[in-house]
């Protein structure tokens, strides 16, 4: 059955959800799936706006039938082809052998080394500035190198104001029905899906997201169709803000993320017991167990927020493993301007806070609170006057004072 939805005139989602998939790059967790989105347009030429992972084909093929209801397809344009969206190619190009194939010089040549296009169709080159007129509608091609892949281009449709984003803008989450983004409570529901998303996929490249975002500051864009998740075609501005931000790696709330590695309780005690101080200093604060929260969502955590403390055991005299799995995927990720705090634990010789702070310091850049709060075993009532000082710390600087 085809499952299509109509954008703006002569434009249609012709996409599919993916709620199989439960590790997207065989890295992230997405419970709530996500959506390939392909778009057709229908003017004097008929033309496909990017493809769907290579399980989604079918269905792509089946809606992109039912539109084109017994015409030709003379385009297919392609903004980026890592294989969520190159990789359904291969079956729209069999099934439209005809279809001229247009993508920036790196997309085609990846398009050859994934093997997604074996039907030899003519191809055309996209280039920045270049315009490709199908009849009513016309797009103009920018590069956007590196958000995600060295491939990716947007363009921008000038009659209704259209953004093809590629990943950019885009979010974990499969469509329910809702398409557009006023359909869905995004702020509530979608928010924390899109900034995992950003983080994780494009967290490394904010230099190159800023480049995008200047050139598009020059469009007038009522519209934007990104790869994945709704379309916008509202409060643009405030989304647009968030990958501002996000890629500035600025943090979006002056609040606590709290991470604690504990191997048999004494640890998260004394991270709760931190928690409830900064709380009743009027600090909002997120407490998570490193051994059981996806490194993906703490890294999406760390975006948000301003301020982050880390509680650590010792472990073979360095920090507990999953806590440097999770330094060191903010290292790759290029995450700066964070403002920590730490905890450490260990039985006969904690060592965990200060090989923390130098990894804090020389490889992120990160600015490190004083005091550090060291436990053996566990955090004695001796000791509440260090954990008040901390949290009187930690609370100051959160405030700015
Ligand atoms: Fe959704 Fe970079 O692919």
Redesign the pocket.
């Known amino acids: 059955m085809h499952n299509v939805r109509q954008v703006a005139p002569d434009l249609w989602w012709v996409g599919a959800n993916d709620r199989r998939t439960t590790l ?2 065989n890295i992230h967790p997405i419970p709530r799936g ?1 959506s ?1 989105n392909s778009y057709l347009l229908l003017d004097e030429k008929t033309v496909l706006f990017d493809c769907v992972d290579w399980s989604a084909a079918p269905q792509l093929v089946e809606n992109v039938e039912h539109l084109l209801n017994g015409r030709g397809l003379d385009y297919i344009v392609l903004h ?1 082809l ?4 190159g990789a359904g190619l291969w079956a729209v190009a069999q099934r439209w052998p005809e279809a001229k194939i247009v993508a920036g010089l790196a997309a085609l040549r990846f398009m050859d080394q994934f093997g997604f296009a074996p039907i030899p169709g003519e191809r055309i080159t996209a280039k920045e500035g270049d315009r490709l007129s199908f009849g009513k509608h016309a797009v103009t091609f920018y590069a956007a190198p590196m958000v ?2 060295p491939d ?1 281009m947007v363009s921008y449709e000038e009659t209704e104001g259209i953004l093809f984003s ?2 950019a803008f ?1 979010t974990f989450g499969a469509l329910n029905g809702a398409l557009f983004n006023d359909e869905v409570d995004f702020e509530g529901v979608w928010l924390d899906d899109a900034r995992r998303y950003y983080t994780n ?2 967290g490394k490249y904010g230099p190159q997201v800023q480049a995008t975002l200047t050139k598009a500051a020059g469009l007038d864009i009522k519209m934007i169709c990104p ?2 998740g709704p379309v916008w075609r509202s409060d643009i501005g405030w989304f647009v803000g968030k990958y501002d931000k996000w890629s500035k790696y600025e943090p979006e709330d002056r609040e606590v993320l709290l991470v604690y590695g504990s191997m048999y309780g004494g640890t998260e005690q004394a991270a709760d017991a931190l928690a409830s101080l900064l709380v009743q200093r009027g600090v909002k604060v997120s407490v998570y167990d490193v051994s059981s929260t996806h490194v993906s969502q703490l890294i999406s955590e760390s975006f948000r927020c301003s301020h982050i403390v880390i509680a650590s055991v010792t472990y073979n005299m360095d920090f507990y493993p999953p806590v440097r799995d999770y330094l060191e995927d903010m290292k790759a990720l290029a995450l700066k301007g964070r403002t920590f705090a730490l905890m450490e634990n260990g039985t006969w010789a904690p060592n965990a806070g200060k090989l923390m702070g130098d990894f804090i310091t020389e490889e992120l850049g990160g600015t490190l609170l004083e005091p550090r709060v060291t436990m053996k075993s566990t955090l004695s009532g001796a000791q509440a006057g260090e954990l008040e000082a901390l949290a009187d710390a930690v609370a100051a600087d959160v405030k700015g004072k």
């Open positions: 997207f790059e996500v390939y980026h890592e294989p969520d969206h995600h892949w990716v590629a990943d885009g996929i494009v790869l994945h």
